[in-house]
């Protein structure tokens, strides 16, 4: 199996993905790949080597890259952007007439699926949830809200066998 390290998002993430066999990607290549939100632009960086030593276990790829990005994807994310740069300050509007506790940042919207994915200066917890009700509620359409640290993306906690798990709180 063939691994390379692609970069993806608005506020970017790197993680593995497999690349099949019948698909010949480079260093740079823009790719489409499919993530945990749905169909994503990414540029692929780096193949992963496989470890050096025999017991050591080779990482499983989170994602999986589908195709080379073709025009017509280059021309949707462009158009998809300029939308969002439109939609921002109501999205800004919409987190201060709801009292939320979050910074609006960035915002991006997945290929395949429309989901707008709002990133947002939190934890995760219950102000994120909170965003993600309201909008729902007002018909805003299918939205993901993803905090973002001095680190990058906030990760999901891991499973702790109770609730809905997509907010981390208790």
């Known amino acids: 199996m063939t691994v390379v390290l692609v970069r993806f998002g608005a506020v970017p993430e790197v993680a593995r993905a497999a690349v099949p066999d019948s698909?010949?990607?480079?260093?740079?290549?823009?790719v489409i790949l499919r993530t945990h939100r749905g169909e994503e632009i990414g540029t692929a960086l780096e193949f992963v080597r496989p470890p050096v030593e025999?017991?050591?276990e080779f990482p499983e790829p989170e994602f999986e890259v589908i195709r080379?990005?073709?025009e017509d994807d280059q021309q949707s994310k462009l158009e998809s952007q300029r939308q969002i740069e439109q939609e921002f300050a109501d999205?800004?509007?919409?987190i201060s007439d709801w009292d939320l506790d979050?910074?609006?940042i960035e915002m991006e919207r997945i290929l395949d699926s429309g989901k707008l994915v709002l990133y947002v200066l939190n934890e995760r917890g219950p102000e994120c949830t909170k965003l993600a009700l309201q909008a729902a509620a007002a018909g805003l359409g299918i939205i993901e809200v993803q905090p973002v640290g001095s680190d990058g993306p906030v990760a999901l906690p891991?499973?702790?066998?109770?609730g809905c798990g997509s907010c981390g709180c208790h």
């Open 23 to 30: 698909l010949s990607v480079s260093r740079g290549d823009v």
């Open 102 to 104: 979050l910074q609006l």
């Open 91 to 94: 999205w800004h509007q919409r």
């Open 158 to 162: 891991a499973p702790s066998g109770g």
């Open 54 to 56: 025999p017991n050591q």
């Open 68 to 70: 080379l990005a073709n």
